[in-house]
């Protein structure tokens, strides 16, 4: 077996409405039935959603209070005061601020923007900010993808006499900022027929009422904080995405394009991956590690030369930020191993000081993807006994209800249910993990803490082509609630195995189907190769895409998971190197047995005595403990029913490993013939007595055998008593009895070692495999897989 790295989960196609979707709209069976499983089952719905340029934005002012905001801001304009776009500092804060000034700048207002600094000023509106607007002539401030939880802050607005505009997505808390608008989709008794929209949707959405048309020349950046932010990319949020991916890739901005130089990405056919993992990282750097204005200029210049300079400066800042990331997860994970192991903490709250605030949030994300725990990362301010940290979480625990049950001790929390940012007092810091692993253990059970991977569809190899990848192609952009799709090719047989890669890192396989094989690519699955058989069925898990090389097209798949669900029997048999073989496996699941005490000592097996068990009349293998281990066999048993019962003993191994190592060669030195026995006893007969240690060699010689022969005879006759040995002298014995030869045990043990040895050492692994199956089932398979 080869255990997968995730649980699996497979969703099941109803095969009615796939096939609906398959007479009705001409689809592919696999395109209809991943279609069906996600939910999308009505005909014009599915038409709709595979072709956007049939389907339009909401009437913007279905949102609650946009007439409001659109009435005031107009009024701004037309009486020239000044209006201050108030934003953040992620890549959603600076592509909603973007859209607004774009805007604004359309309309002929006098504006600026104001992006607080994360380290001075933390998350969100503050009061200094807002009566330094009061004092700079500000009249009204228009928050984009902030605001909802600003409540003192609209208090102070007020009382200086500043208007408050606030467009946000975030999830309101229960009490409601005093705000002169509040546009928010998620707003209590807000009507508005999608509530999934990121901070620069809502932006645009504002957008659209004040200029009266949608505009669609900002969706270059409307679909960048989109992305970027993880909202789900169904609904509205699928056409911003779709239609601004397009308008990405021949952008006039002079900012874009730079930004899309630095990512190597000019001229290419963009997806949402290369805006998710390219330039959404590289524009949310500049705000964790300073201030977010340059992002800002840069998505707002029209000077060239200004776009390339800030661009390769962002770039800069990217790298640091990952070099930051690295570090401080390096000690994240120490501090877990150490002080808080997972076994004994369901949700992980780590705090250190100086961590720096901005990348604490790709921190915790990378704790969660290693022990898949819910986390909490937190940097310590000792000077202002403060912790500011991210959270992020796993399925099952909604993080940002879990801290709502905490406000008590969280003055400062906002966020959704899989993240959350937050600022708490350090004297509350014991108390915040302890509670928020109570809340964990009411909630969540021992399998929610094994990571899950969801599986779309289930297919065959045959059932892959390009035409269908070309097809899959109509279901993009893929994001949140539109993930890129995963498929599961179940049991399938292997046609190739082999590790590729400068450093062998990476697995190549080719699957075989009926009609079709499929090449499949493991990028840091190469280890993964010493685990699996050569004619092992395999079960993959991955991503469908189009290799282009040289001219030639070919389907083939990504792994994201594997498994091999049979027993395998690994043939080591021979093997010259066998210490270094078993130094790819896990020690842990390694269990040695051996018949015999010089195998250790043969097989240089010192360093693995603590994993080897020597079977002896102490050891029996009725007490041995072996199930989930990688049995190792290192050498032979004494008959094959001590090999039947070890098998049935150890049933529930995960796998075998036969090396089967013998000194003594018994096949190839086989039992001497009748004749030789009988010419042999004839022999001795005739001389009375005869010294066979000094003189068998020469014996032997005569004959064409072996002295190892002449000694097996010998002792043969001395069992049977035919003979007496005394010192190396044989003497006949007068009128011995008729025996067989069989009643001799080492005639007997010579016979089993020969037969243990063809069987064992010197057939076939088909046939070796055949031996070991005890399930009928298993063997079937096997020989129809074979």
């Not at 469908?544 to 070919?554: P, T, V």
Request: net charge negative; hydrophobic share 35%; aromatic share 8%.
């Amino acid at each position: 077996m080869l255990n997968s790295r995730t649980r699996w989960c497979v969703a099941e196609v109803d095969q009615s409405k796939r096939n609906e979707l398959v007479d009705s709209l001409g689809l592919s069976p696999l395109v209809a039935g991943l279609l069906v499983n996600r939910g999308k089952q009505d005909i014009e719905e599915v038409t709709n959603f595979l072709h956007t340029e049939n389907v339009d934005f909401y009437d913007p002012y279905l949102m609650d209070g946009m007439d409001l905001a659109v009435e005031r801001i107009k009024k701004a304009i037309e009486q020239e005061e000044k209006i201050l776009i108030f934003g953040d500092y992620d890549a959603d804060g600076v592509s909603s601020t973007s859209v607004m000034i774009y805007t604004l700048r359309e309309l002929g207002a006098d504006f600026d923007y104001y992006i607080p600094n994360r380290f001075t000023e933390g998350y969100g509106p503050n009061e200094a900010a807002f009566r330094w607007a009061q004092d700079q002539g500000y009249t009204l401030i228009v928050t984009v993808d902030t605001g909802i939880s600003a409540i003192h802050e609209a208090e102070v607005a007020k009382e200086i006499g500043l208007d408050l505009i606030i467009t946000d997505h975030h999830e309101p808390q229960p009490e409601l900022p005093d705000a002169y608008a509040t546009i928010n989709p998620k707003k209590p008794g807000c009507t508005y027929p999608f509530k999934g929209l990121a901070g620069v949707g809502v932006a645009f959405k504002v957008s659209h009422a004040l200029l009266g048309e949608a505009p669609l020349h900002l969706l270059d950046i409307a679909c960048i904080g989109t992305i970027a932010d993880l909202v789900p990319l169904v609904d509205e949020n699928r056409l911003i995405v779709k239609v601004g991916i397009q308008k990405l890739e021949t952008t006039p901005k002079p900012g874009l394009r730079a930004l899309l130089k630095v990512c190597g990405l000019v001229d290419k056919q963009l997806s949402s991956e290369h805006i998710g993992f390219g330039i959404g990282p590289r524009v949310n750097a500049a705000g964790r590690l300073d201030s977010a204005d340059p992002a800002v200029d840069l998505f707002t210049t029209s000077d060239t030369d200004q776009a390339k300079m800030i661009a390769q400066e962002i770039d800069a800042v990217n790298k640091e930020r990952q070099d930051l990331v690295n570090g401080i997860t390096k000690e994240a994970v120490e501090i877990v191993e150490k002080q808080y192991p997972p076994d004994d903490n369901s949700v992980l709250v780590i705090a250190k000081e100086d961590w720096n605030p901005g990348v604490i949030g790709i921190v915790a994300s990378r704790i969660v993807e290693k022990f898949y725990r819910p986390t909490i990362i937190l940097s310590i301010d000792p000077e202002k006994g403060v912790a500011k940290g991210s959270a992020r979480s796993i399925t099952g625990f909604d993080m940002f209800e879990n801290l709502s049950e905490c406000r008590d001790i969280l003055p400062h929390f906002g966020g959704h249910p899989m993240a959350a940012g937050m600022t708490l007092q350090l004297e509350y810091l014991d108390q915040l993990r302890e509670r928020l692993n109570r809340q964990a253990k009411e909630k969540l059970t021992e399998e929610d803490f094994s990571p899950t991977t969801s599986i779309d569809l289930q297919c065959s190899v045959d059932d892959i082509s390009l035409d269908v990848i070309e097809e899959l192609k109509a279901l993009e952009p893929f994001g949140v609630d539109n993930p890129k799709p995963r498929f599961l090719i179940d049991q399938c047989r292997l046609k190739e195995i082999r590790r590729i890669g400068s450093d062998s890192k990476h697995l190549k396989l080719s699957l075989k189907g009926d009609r079709s094989n499929l090449d499949v690519i493991g990028f840091h699955f190469g280890e993964v190769f010493e685990e699996i058989t050569p004619n092992a069925s395999i079960s993959v898990v991955g991503e469908l895409s189009i290799n282009e090389w040289n001219g030639f097209r070919k389907p083939q798949l990504m792994i994201q998971d594997i498994a091999v669900k049979e027993k395998q029997l690994f043939d080591y048999r021979g093997i010259k190197n066998l210490t270094s073989r078993l130094e790819l496996l896990d020690r842990n699941k390694v269990q040695l047995l051996s018949f015999k005490e010089e195998t250790i000592e043969s097989l240089s097996l010192k360093n693995w005595e603590d994993r080897i068990i020597q079977i002896s009349e102490e050891v029996s293998l009725e007490s041995l403990e072996l199930e989930g281990r990688y049995l190792i066999i290192l050498d032979l048993p004494s008959s094959k029913d001590q090999l039947k019962q070890l098998m049935n003993y150890g049933s529930s191994v995960e796998r075998v490993y036969t090396v089967f190592h013998h000194e003594e060669d018994h096949y190839f030195n086989p039992i001497p013939t009748r004749d030789s026995f009988k010419w042999y006893y004839s022999f001795l007969k005739k001389q009375g007595t005869f010294d066979y240690k000094t003189r068998a060699a020469d014996l032997a010689a005569y004959k064409g055998w072996t002295k190892e022969s002449v000694y097996f005879m010998s002792q043969v006759f001395f069992e049977l008593e035919f003979v007496t040995i005394d010192n190396g002298v044989i003497t006949v014995t007068d009128q011995p009895m008729k025996r067989p030869l069989t009643e001799s045990a080492t005639y007997r043990r010579k016979q089993e070692q020969a037969s243990l040895e063809n069987d064992l050492c010197y057939s076939s692994y088909r046939d070796l495999k055949r031996w070991f199956f005890e399930d009928e089932k298993d063997a079937v398979r096997f020989e129809e897989a074979y």
